[in-house]
């Protein structure tokens, strides 16, 4: 039987359909953000401890690359699921590609560690993009219950996250890095296996390619992916081998430049080639106002993994009572405000538009950037203690986290809902997968930024995190002048050409 999703309301009110999508990402980001808070760590780690003994500057800019590399193969993963396969397999198959990188990583051989990372990447750019444009699709562009539905599926997100970091972090404390790595291949399974038993709720949803290829574009475009494979293996062996001297300081500037030319031009492909009309070129405009405010966010919040994580090792009281919190632990702080938060907030849009207060997406993202920005200036006077060689206490962190999360349940849930409403629905996959760019300029920003960190002379990290503060507060006052145009722009989405804006 045909379950109408417009008025089925079995899961706090939403589809039933979303416990698919929602648990499926939860246990992904299990996986994800259980192995993301110890890699700075294991990589700065001396090989005696068990590490790869990296400086910071190249580990930060390794941890850039790769969080960053993980949000740009959205961008191909949501081509390949609107042109070649459709949004259900690209779960499905990236899920698989995760697992088996994970299980690389448990591996304890230093060799593998890279390839492990390779496939993590190549994996969450198939899964990423097409598990969040999923979400949106369970939904009219008329139901109001999408960006309440967004922020339960981000809630889902922070629950895997935080089991990810309770569990990964005490296995690497007690019985060492691989077996950490190891957990986060069973998360991902678990998430595959509830996939899979429950995919019938979401029938009808992405389980065909939007725009499908003709027949002889799909062959071309699998000889392309093909192709790129095969390069990318011989790439990786020839930097194994030694034959080509890796710097990953030089290459992260470069990508970072390279990943913001291929968003501005992908962008633009799409606005002037993709047969726009009047009120779908607006909700662009103010779509890429969006994208804007989520780098500039994830550029500062991305922190949280790189420089706060080793400010939490090397410069925190960890001590509770007897017990070290284990520093991997610091990182589910964000979660666990998270979770707490997110019914709130995901009633606070919806009792919002009940009383026809609705803010526009642009005052919700600047809003989230300017908070998020105000706990770096928690940071610029917890680093001014700890420059001083004091330990600082644990409690820096959590307002800092706190800061942070708030701003990231102001940003991050509604850009996504956002991204969902104002994207063409002919582009949908793309344009997630454009967005999710967003994240990997902004983490690649965040690597090197963490890179200039020196353990050895913590005197320059006010500085550093005061920076930070400013521009983001900038940026987020000039989105709020600006939204009272784009505003306007975002009330054309999904409105028929001609419309005009009240």
């Known amino acids: 039987m045909t379950i109408d999703r417009s008025t089925d309301r079995r899961f706090f009110g939403h589809p039933l359909a979303l416990t698919t999508v929602a648990v499926t ?166 998430g595959l296996v509830f996939y899979k038993y429950s995919g019938h709720l979401i029938d009808g949803v992405s389980d065909k390619p939007k725009t499908p290829l003709s027949d002889k574009g799909i062959r071309l475009a699998w000889l392309i992916i093909g192709t790129f494979l095969v390069i990318l293996t011989l790439v990786s062996s020839v930097i194994y081998t030694g034959t080509i001297t890796f710097d990953p300081s030089v290459v992260g500037e470069n990508v970072a430049y390279i990943f913001a030319v291929v968003f501005v031009a992908y962008f633009a492909y799409i606005f002037f080639n993709g047969n726009l009309n009047y009120n779908e070129k607006r909700a662009m405009g103010a779509l890429f106002l969006i994208c804007i405010a989520s780098t500039c966010f994830w550029s500062g919040f991305e922190q949280a993994g790189s420089s706060l994580n080793l400010f939490g090792r090397d410069y925190t009281q960890r001590m509770w009572g007897d017990f070290e919190v284990p520093t991997g632990w610091l990182q589910s702080i964000n979660s666990y405000i998270l979770i707490g938060l997110s019914p709130f907030f995901a009633a606070l849009w919806i009792n919002l538009a009940k009383r026809m207060i609705e803010p526009s997406y642009s005052i919700k993202c600047a809003i989230g950037l300017v908070i998020m920005a105000s706990g770096f200036i928690v940071m610029f006077f917890a680093s001014q203690y700890a420059a001083s060689g004091l330990k600082v206490s644990m409690n820096w962190l959590v307002a800092t986290y706190f800061l942070h999360t708030v701003g990231e349940l102001c940003l991050s849930p509604v850009a996504l809902s956002a991204v969902s409403k104002l994207s063409p629905k002919r582009f949908a996959g793309q344009m997630m997968g454009l967005f999710v760019l967003t994240y990997s300029m902004g983490n690649i920003i965040a690597g090197l930024l963490a890179g200039q960190f020196d353990p050895s002379n913590v005197k320059q990290m006010p500085n550093l995190y005061l920076q930070i503060a400013i521009f983001c507060i900038v940026v987020g006052v000039v989105l709020i002048i600006l939204s009272v145009k784009t505003g306007k722009w975002e009330k054309l989405a999904g409105k028929a050409p001609g419309t005009v804006s009240p």
């Not at 191909?76 to 070649?84: F, H, M, S, V, Y």
């Not at 994970?102 to 560690?113: M, N, Q």
């Not at 097409?130 to 369970?138: D, K, Q, S």
Request: hydrophobic residues 50%.
């Open 25 to 190: 990402e939860l246990w992904e980001r299990m996986s994800f953000y259980g192995m993301r808070a110890l890699l700075i760590i294991f990589m700065t780690a001396a090989i005696q401890e068990g590490g790869l003994g990296l400086t910071v500057a190249a580990a930060g800019a390794i941890y850039g690359l790769y969080t960053g590399s993980v949000y740009f193969f959205g961008l191909p993963g949501g081509w390949i699921a609107d042109r070649l396969i459709g949004g259900q397999k690209a779960v499905w198959y990236g899920g698989i590609i995760i697992m088996i990188g994970h299980i690389i990583l448990a591996i304890p051989f230093k060799s593998t560690f890279f390839i492990g990372l390779i496939f993590v990447v190549l994996g969450t750019g198939l899964l990423k993009p097409n598990v969040g444009a999923m979400v949106g699709e369970l939904y009219s562009t008329e139901d109001k219950r999408r960006d309440s539905a967004y922020t339960i599926y981000y809630m889902g997100i922070n629950i895997g996250s935080v089991i990810g970091y309770m569990i990964c972090g005490y296995l690497q404390t007690t019985y060492g890095y691989h077996y950490a790595f190891g957990a986060a291949a069973v998360g991902m399974g678990l």
